[in-house]
């Protein structure tokens, strides 16, 4: 299986990257987590995506808050997927970085998830892995299943204290 690059522009960006890599855990899921800016440190974002695909890596999940240019930056330097993950910080509570990460220009495709959609990435991530990974798409479509369950299990809890 291709490993998972997530990239977070800040340290600060920590327990959203914790929610996917718990998820990737889960699924045995090889990544690298690595803090690189947009803005900041632009050479090593920018080398990280050149040789992401060299690098053995099949997809690339990006996390930043306000300006949150780094998922575009990353996605301007590959052709693998990228995900990006807007993170709720400044005034704006993350409706800057949603619209900075889901506003690209054609041509530089960035797939989009819910602001601190950390969990959401992951599974993204992996669904694009499993397109050819078998093994990947069974342990996913288990998962639907098990999570199909949880609800149909809370559903008799709640039918049974309300519908006398």
Do not use: C, W
Not at 138 to 152: I, P, Q
Request: charged share 20%; aromatic share 4%.
């Amino acid at each position: 299986m291709k490993k998972i690059g997530i990239v977070m522009g800040s340290d600060s960006d920590l327990p959203i990257v914790r929610k996917a890599t718990s998820i990737l855990d889960s699924f045995e899921a090889p990544y690298e987590v690595h803090v690189y800016s947009a803005h900041r440190t632009p050479v090593e974002a920018r080398d990280f995506a050149l040789h992401a695909r060299e690098n053995g890596f099949g997809a690339i999940i990006a996390v930043a808050g306000m300006a949150a240019h780094l998922a575009g930056a990353l996605a301007a330097n590959t052709t693998l997927p990228v995900i990006g993950i807007p993170a709720e910080s400044g005034p704006l509570s993350g409706m800057d970085a949603l619209l900075s990460t889901v506003q690209m220009p054609t041509g530089i495709p960035v797939a989009t998830v819910a602001v601190n959609g950390g969990g959401n990435a992951a599974l993204l991530a992996l669904q694009i892995l499993a397109v050819s990974d078998a093994d990947l798409a069974a342990k996913l479509d288990a998962k639907r299943a098990s999570d199909a369950d949880g609800v149909r299990a809370k559903n008799v809890a709640v039918e049974a204290e309300f519908n006398h």
